[in-house]
């Protein structure tokens, strides 16, 4: 994701929040900020009463994707907070979240097995995002800050290795697209999807 | 949209945002809350310094589909704002505060161009939206609280007259969906949208 | 009251305030708030950190007019909240609120009765509530918007059916008032507010 | 006042609240808190994000009432801000802080004539404010804290020194009460305030 | 402390806060705050989501310095909060915080074992506090808020009776300051602190 | 500073705040955080309304240590903006705050030099900080967490490389100390902060 650089940390905290008490069910929830140096010009550290809706947004979409890959009976009345810190922003931070969220999820996972937390792996199947658009008509893959900016299309994609699909959001910044478009939009990601599985082979080797 | 009722009301507000003064280009936004009264149990004021992250995600997505078919130079330095406000949620507040968001624009345009605020029209084509989505396999149109809440998929779709997308957000609730059903998804998806433009000619008829 | 719309909600909770926890006594509360294109230009939604200082002194006279007709001992250990949304504001907001939400609360209390979350009808009696005003020394009923700006005294009065004061609350915007005045001011809004009770005859009956 | 004491400070502040620039007139507002000290048990200050909607509404009621004997013209455009701080809380706080204010109102008055801020006295005339109560039918005046905690009816009246009203707000508590108790309590509000000038004659003689 | 006034009141409070529960050990905290009219112009209360770091820092200081003196077992599971609120400041309301609110603190106690909240003393030796400063390289002692502003170092010390530190804090302002300077420093402050404990024989006196 | 780790970013903002306007001169100031995933267990992230009031205190110790060795005037009407953000916790975060911001600041100069920000560097001397503490007696040099939390008195010492003082820090957490344990934590400081230069030494070569 260009010079993107993101600090993703698994923390185990023990119970869930209050609405799924005593449910046998764990949760797995996410949040998402970036620094005031990761952007020039600086970004201000959000005051008390504003709201940075944006991250709010992209907080949901990382702990909706991780949850669709976790079986919830197999974490057991556990927590487990993926924090989200963006150091250095160039475009795809959002994509680059969920990525660096899944292997510290497996990391947090490995060692909740160890620590006896859990006794089988909650995890049930890897799950990967890129980000496409369409820039003049051309589709891109993993668009960094200057291409995200000019991008008449900018889309999202969080898939399995499996190939389905966990989240597509696309929307038309600029000119609404096609249905063809949307399926070579869609092609092309599946193709970036597969990279990223490679790299997660290498991340969570040991 | 089942029994949901969401008020829609645009207003116009002379000036654009701080970042945008004298591009001689206006701005179209959205605010969407839910009154306490249109849920049961009762739905709590958004009390001060708490976020409802929900809310805010949704306002932007109203946001971005209606600037999606505004020519920002035909409005001229002005601000519409879309106040979407629910008196009864029965699933689909979302894609029903699109719909009604786009009738009262036009409405707003229509007031806008009597009164000279602009001399053009700018809602460059009409735009529409609807929700699918998969329940034990079978796709959906026009989930209602009761379909919403046990859907595998949910999808947002909002199209425009011409057939292209203008957003699409589809989240694996609960598994993954294929390539295939993706497809089916975004062809009811059509079929719905046809019909709610037809609502759309009776509302905007005088 | 003019032009004035203002949705009221009354919704059951199970329990009641901490400090009223094990009295066996039930509590009403309300709560106020303007839609944003209630008011010509858009009034701004509050933001976290910033308060309506007008709207909490009108929550805390509608919860203080409905309490001072309710047997708490009757409603049992429940909370009625009245929810009150201007919808749309010409004046006598206020009143229109404290009108809406009896109706509301004689008609949660026939729905509590129905469920059996109690068995005896707690309203001790009706309560009703009207403006006056004094205009370049001529009393008038039930200002609207523009003739509330112009008023020298603008006072809101509640009273029950038997003619007694629950809420008496005057102030002399820019010319105090004689004891003589007020007599006259007190005598239209008696006039004023048996009317109120003949609405509600309409609203309640079924 | 029984024990109670409020520390009333008021300051000169160039200029006028942004609503009203340029139109060559003045304004006065008022902020009424409580320490925590004030009372037993202590009362924990406001956090950021709460609010204390009844001291909210007292230093509203302060701020109308001293509003009402000052012409703002000559005040020229300058804001004098009331704060009241209530050292020690024994009922009749906000009658306290009204007539406190008024005296430090009047000091300021004077201070802003020596110091040529203004020309003329913009005090058009005294004002000052008592409470009276039902307590078992009868008429009481200047409740302290036990009196208030036992009353069926609570007023505050403000009244010039010519025996005309500025403020008069009455709540019955318990039980409603006729026509003839609000006279028998506006009368003896009009001797309670009789002494309140001579406090006022004593305060500012120099 | 030249003009500085500052009202310090102790409350007991049953109980201590939740993460020293159940440890059989009390606790001690501050809050400082100036009243608007503390200061000339006059400083606006804090709003909602508004942080003031410097009154933060100051009650920080205040409860670290009484908590040395305290023994927490003595005090059993009870809180004293010591309010430290501002009502004229003219340089070293910290320090005047500080003394003040040893003394309130004293006071407290003294009640508390009349009223059996506590069966010993907790106090286990006085604490005062002084400001110095150097000033073109002269040490004052006690800064005014006019010698504070030209001062190139700040410092506060806080002391036992018997002439161990409890509190050392000084800043450079503009020219740091060398190691015998600061010993000059420190034995002003000595003496300073041995004139504060006298005013305490007086205070403490009944 | 054991296994802390904090990121130092140093920002350039054009302008200075609204009380210093004009002046010509120019302003430097610090922000410091805590990454959620920083501490075990898990620190959560500031909620709006709620104040961190350790990190305010810390904040205005590093903006205060930096500003005594930088020269206004040089510096232009421009801000440097100091961002640390604790990404590992091991005691001494304050004092590796004020060091990697040194860094930071010095390699800030340099760019501002090289783009013409300004033409002379600002900083005057070289400054550094350090912790100290008293443990059962003995002097302990650079506190981790583990010796932090036993420590009876805990010291944080910034020096200039000409060995002055520009903050002297000390709370005696359990047991007050004399003046001449004072001593010898200040000379045990010195030969701490040598070591700091060395270690600038290595950083800021190029």
């Not at 669709?68 to 907070?81: F, G, M, Q």
């Not at 995890?123 to 820039?135: D, E, F, K």
């Not at 038309?172 to 599985?197: C, D, H, M, V, Y």
Request: charge should be positive.
């Amino acid at each position: 994701m260009g010079n993107t650089k993101v600090l993703c940390t698994a923390s185990w905290e023990p119970g869930v929040p209050a609405w799924r008490k005593d449910s046998g069910m764990g949760w797995v929830t996410a949040e998402y900020s970036m620094l005031p140096g990761s952007t020039a010009p600086r970004k201000s550290r959000p005051r008390s009463g504003h709201t940075d809706s944006r991250g709010l947004e992209i907080q949901r979409l990382i702990g909706r994707t991780l949850r669709a890959v976790v079986d919830y009976e197999k974490l057991r009345e556990n927590t487990i907070v993926l924090d989200c810190d963006v150091i250095q922003a160039d475009g795809g931070t959002r994509t680059a979240a969920i990525n660096g969220s899944f292997i510290a999820l497996s990391d947090a996972v490995r060692y909740g097995l160890k620590k006896k937390f859990i006794t089988q792996n909650p995890i049930t199947q890897r799950v990967a995002a890129v980000s496409v658009g369409l820039i003049k008509g051309n589709t891109v893959l993993d668009l960094d800050y200057n291409l995200d900016s000019i991008a008449d299309v900018d889309m999202n994609i969080a898939m399995t290795e499996s190939g389905r699909f966990v989240e597509v959001q696309g929307s038309a910044e600029k000119t609404p697209f096609s249905g063809e478009q949307l399926e070579q939009l869609l092609n092309l990601a599946r193709r970036g999807i597969k990279q990223i599985f490679k790299v997660y082979d290498k991340a969570l080797r040991r």
